[in-house]
């Protein structure tokens, strides 16, 4: 799933496609903003690690889980 997220006072947001589900990603910001952990931290398929303090996290937009396409349809 691809998430956003909106730093500030910073120019470009940060996407990343994540393996975890949107709960997973949710909670994790919940708990940023709730102050119980000072960075925000995401995995990306890759298995890189994302880490965002989180008195600096202007959003973060979840997208939805999509089915990835084989070939060369041209849906």
Do not use: C, N, W
């Amino acid at each position: 799933m691809e998430v956003k997220i909106g730093v500030q006072h910073a120019p470009r947001e940060i996407v990343l496609e994540s393996g975890q589900s949107a709960e997973e990603v949710e909670r994790a910001v919940s708990d940023a903003l709730a102050g119980k952990t000072q960075l925000l931290s995401l995995t990306d398929e890759k298995g890189r690690k994302v880490l965002v303090p989180a008195d600096r996290l202007a959003y973060v937009e979840i997208g939805e889980t999509t089915a990835r396409r084989v070939g060369f349809g041209a849906l």
